[in-house]
């Protein structure tokens, strides 16, 4: 039994979508996500994609740019998981595609002022809380 006999480790390093614009406080996009190695999420802009999910109130580490575009899925509110599964447009999908209980959304990079693509990046979230 979990907490009697063993102890689960669950959202030790955990899948992140966050927008660059998140990830600086000056609220830019003049980096690539792989610029943000270690950073927290500093905002939620606009309440875009960062208000419909957790947020990560830890570290982000290792950031990087997938595709513009993408399907999420987002898990159960019960689960330690945060995503049942992404899905991007060129293809890649992370996580086990299946019938999305919640719905999926669809969360979409852009661009600011022409000049700075505002990409969504994957970073890995590391946060100390009830579901880690």
């Known amino acids: 039994e979990a907490g009697v006999t063993y102890d689960e480790v669950t959202r030790l390093l955990q899948g992140y979508i966050e927008n660059e ?18 950073t927290r999420s500093e905002g939620c802009y606009k309440d875009l994609y960062c208000a419909r999910q ?3 109130s830890g570290r982000l580490y290792d950031c990087q740019f997938v595709d513009s575009d993408m399907w ?15 899905e991007y447009e060129n293809g890649r999908t992370l996580g086990r595609r299946a019938n999305c209980v919640r719905g999926t959304t669809k969360v979409d990079s852009w661009w ?5 693509h505002c990409s969504y990046c994957f970073c890995m979230c590391d946060e100390q809380g009830l579901k880690s």
Not at 21 to 38: G, I, K
Request: charged fraction near 25%; glycine fraction near 0%.
């Open 112 to 116: 600011r002022y022409i000049l700075w």
């Open 72 to 86: 999420v899925c987002p898990s159960p509110k019960n689960s330690t998981r945060r995503y049942e599964y992404i």
């Open 21 to 38: 614009v998140d990830l600086n406080n000056e609220e830019t996009c003049r980096e690539t996500c792989s610029f943000y190695q270690s």
């Open 54 to 56: 957790p947020r990560c």
